[in-house]
T-cell receptor, first 113, second 110 residues
């Protein structure tokens, strides 16, 4: 069964450093998402991406965050200057169309120290 | 405001028991996902439904659009069913983002 692949599975970074979280969505999917889950809290929407542009972003997704689909297969989330409160599990997800179900990646656990 | 509420937050069952997890949402949605999250964190989609009922093995999901309520049932529960079960509402519009519930931590004891 096709999978959404996320790398790395765990990343530790110093506060203020830039991090890039990588995702390879299912190849024929058209809608791409990033969600995050702070430890002990519910999963929250960050951003959606369709047709090579952001279609919606949450209040969390401020100027420190950016997304890119540089080569038609990877979908990346960049955090420019990490803060302690960015520590969370970040999930990438993709969908074939706007009416299909989601497929989630296994997540990247980001720890900012 | 779009809200998704789940109950119970924690559930302990004996192997073989019939389990029900409930989910309610505040405004109209286009569909609802039931998801499973194991320790270590990965999320697996169990069902997406917009009406009626779906069944997969020992799992059954139902939704009542008028009452804005969905249930996930597990028949003949097994310790391997132990996980966090999350309902997430799919709201319409350009992005169809998911609004997540807080999850139900299920522990099935042998």
């Amino acid at each position: 069964e096709p999978e959404v692949t996320q790398t790395p599975s765990h990343q530790v970074t110093q506060m203020g450093q830039e991090v890039i979280l990588r995702c390879v969505p299912i190849s024929n999917h058209l809608y791409f998402y990033w969600y995050r889950q702070i430890l002990g809290q519910k999963v929250e929407f960050l951003v959606s991406f369709y047709n090579n542009e952001i279609s919606e972003k949450s209040e969390i997704f401020d100027d420190q965050f950016s997304v890119e689909r540089p080569d038609g297969s990877n979908f990346t989330l960049k955090i420019r200057s990490t803060k302690l409160e960015d520590s969370a599990m970040y999930f990438c997800a993709s969908r074939l169309t706007g009416v299909d179900g989601y497929t989630f990646g296994s997540g990247t656990r980001l720890t900012v120290v | 405001k779009n809200e998704v509420e789940q109950s119970p937050q924690n559930l302990t069952a004996q192997e073989g028991e019939f389990i029900t997890i409930n989910c309610s949402y505040s405004v109209g949605i286009s569909a609802l996902h039931w998801l499973q999250q194991h320790p270590g964190g990965g999320i697996v989609s169990l069902f997406m439904l917009s009406s009626g009922k779906k069944k997969h093995g020992r799992l059954i999901a139902t939704i009542n659009i008028q009452e804005k309520h969905s249930s996930l049932h597990i028949t003949a529960s097994h310790p391997r069913d132990s996980a966090v079960y999350i309902c997430a509402a799919l709201y319409g519009g350009a992005t169809n983002k998911l609004i997540f519930g807080t999850g139900t931590l299920l522990a099935v004891q042998p």
